[in-house]
């Protein structure tokens, strides 16, 4: 019988005796003050605690500048007060756009990007206080298999998966992307760096997550060349990047990598996983690669686990309700916390003295700020990370230091209606927190969903 209970906490001590009863290390103090303080991120201070994690709106011009809707996200996001914002998955060529309206940055539109950070450091200063300008990076993407950037699917992937293939319209003699194309591809990640930081940006992603390209190549155990089969070669895409971006940008530049460290799905496949079970973690791998990043000069880290467009949704972001036609988990979703709160204690644990942003929070509510104050206490992290939460209370990090407290009301739901937007192909945002916005957008998307 399946554990799954929906969020139904009214205080601390009911959620604290939940996660008691389930056995899972969680814990929530009172003492919200670690999340004021300030971190160190290379040689730039965020001025506190809180990160935005990258949320996409899949709303940006056709050429991929920002569009009123990004502008308005970004805006609220920096007014709220967080000390970090993460700017949403930007692709690094058009090939690898994952829709129409995927960010794109370019040498013809990188003012607009610039008009971007400026006015989001301009809100944030303004509501905030002078002295308050968080670090702002931006995540650069390849999505690799799931490319969509012409409105209709372009996979683009490294290694066949007999489970993933059909699902993107590919047969098993459909082409792999070539070593030639990935050592060219290199080079457009620090072209992209580059105009980031032209754009008045303090840092990039190389983004390695949820089973976009850079993921799974991480995966390719069945890929012959340089970028497959051995641990070595699976990484050197990744590492290479990293290393082309740092020389290219300098050393007082960030360079950050959010990485998947669990894929939640079989081996050969997967990365992260037991090879025998797929819903069991091994995370061998994954903590020899942060090791890496970091002596590679990576700045930033942030994990991630779970393929949100397969099987196991709730391993990357725990839900009361599902996707249309998603698979309910047979676990309580505090355990499915509990285990993004247990990968980045071990991905921190292995990157030392380089920040490290949790995730995993935004099914907590109101509660997340008491469990992130004891993970900032305890070492677990260095700063806590909020997504779908952002979308809902983009607010949220000013309630806690003003009031002490994120009030209920505000609070995300987790009905997964900000990700049907996305699996439907429209504009995203928070459908009920920001109803105004996104109702008629989340109806316009379901419509045309259903006319396919």
Known sequence: MSSFQRFNFKTL????????ELGVNIKFSEDLSPLAKPVKIGGITAPNSIAVLPMEGCDSERDGSPSELVKRRYCRFASGGAGLIWYEACAVVHEGRANPLQMFLTKDNVGAFAELVKSSNMAAMKAN??????????QLTHSGRYSRPDDKPAPIIPQHDPLLDPRVGLGSDSPVVTDEYLDALVEKYVESAVLAREAGFDGVDIKSSHRYLLSELLASHTREGKYGGSFENRTRFLLSTIKAVRKAVGDDFIIACRFNVFDAHPYPYGFGVDRLDCIKPDL????????????????????????????FPHVTRPFDTPTIGGEIPDEHPLQSVARLFEFTRKVQEAAGEVAVV???YSWLRHFLANAGAANLADGSCSMVGIGRQAFAYPDAPKDIFTKGRMEPGKCCIACSKCTQIMRDHGRTGCVV??????????????????RS
């Open 358 to 360: 949790g995730n995993g």
């Open 129 to 138: 206080g002078s002295d308050h300008k968080p670090v702002n990076i931006l």
């Open 13 to 20: 001590d009911e959620i604290r005796s939940k996660a008691a």
């Open 284 to 311: 061998t791998e994954p903590l020899a690669l942060a090791k890496l990043l970091v002596e590679n000069g990576v700045n930033l880290l942030s994990c991630s686990a779970g393929n949100p467009y397969y099987r």
């Open 433 to 450: 927190r920001d109803s105004e916005v996104y109702l008629p957008l989340f109806n316009e998307a379901r419509k045309n969903a259903s």
